[in-house]
């Protein structure tokens, strides 16, 4: 039972480039999150999913956008990467009034 | 739009000492509360959660909270610390009408043997 999987898992870009996270979760759950972590901030909301063909905007959306075509996948997309967005990416889902089960984060890069 | 603060960046206790994390929130209607661990280089574990009903809850590893609405608190607690309880501690909060899950800054938990 692999739970929430996201790839890659490490990604050094250069600003400008442009990149693709993905997040897959095999517990057919209808909700899907992205948060951002950074020293001192926590963990703070990009975008969301309540399910599949939907996305909403969270605390830090700027810089990003996301999809979610299958209700198994949310993808992050960043167009033209920037050093602000140097950070530790995290994908989480979870069932209708139940607690978020997190992927192992994706380590990114920008310089 | 909720909020949470956890007011404590880093918390020491003493092995074998109770430990007690802070929490307190905001939110325009009724809240869910949860509380996560992380350990190093690892992703968030779910400890812990609030929905209704009684207001000390219980979680794994022998963790629970206290629910308390008058004081908008949910303050993680053990009754003896373990020095493998040392992690970063996130508290957590949803408001019963929104999808949006919002955590706090994180509480760095050292227990000293």
């Known amino acids: 039972n692999a739970g929430v999987t996201q790839t890659p898992k490490f990604r050094v870009l250069k600003t400008g480039q442009s990149m693709t996270l993905l997040c897959a979760q095999d517990m057919n759950h209808e909700y899907m999150y992205w948060y951002r972590q950074d020293p001192g901030m926590g963990l703070r909301l990009i975008h969301y999913s309540v399910g599949e063909g939907t996305t909403a905007k969270g605390e830090v959306p700027d810089g990003y956008n996301v999809s979610r075509l299958k209700k198994q996948n949310f993808l992050l997309g960043l167009e033209s990467a920037a050093p602000s967005q140097t950070s530790v990416y995290f994908c989480?889902?979870?069932?209708?009034?139940?607690?978020?089960?997190f992927g192992e984060g994706s380590r990114l890069t920008v310089l | 739009a909720q909020s949470v603060a956890q007011p404590e960046d880093q918390v020491n206790v003493a092995e074998g000492n109770p430990l007690t994390v802070k929490c307190t929130y905001s939110?325009?209607?009724?809240?869910?509360l949860f509380w996560y661990v992380q350990y190093p280089n690892r992703g968030l574990q779910f400890l812990l959660k609030?929905?209704?009903?009684?207001?000390l809850v219980k979680g794994s590893y022998g963790f629970e909270a206290e629910f308390n609405k008058s004081q908008t608190s949910f303050h993680l607690k053990k009754p003896s610390a373990l020095v493998s309880d040392s992690a970063l501690y996130f508290c957590a909060v949803r408001d019963i009408r929104d999808d949006k899950i919002i955590f706090g800054k994180g509480t760095r938990l050292h227990i000293l043997p």
């Open positions: 609030y929905i209704t009903g009684d207001n």
């Open positions: 989480a889902s979870r069932y209708y009034g139940g607690e978020l089960f």
């Open positions: 939110v325009s209607g009724n809240p869910y």
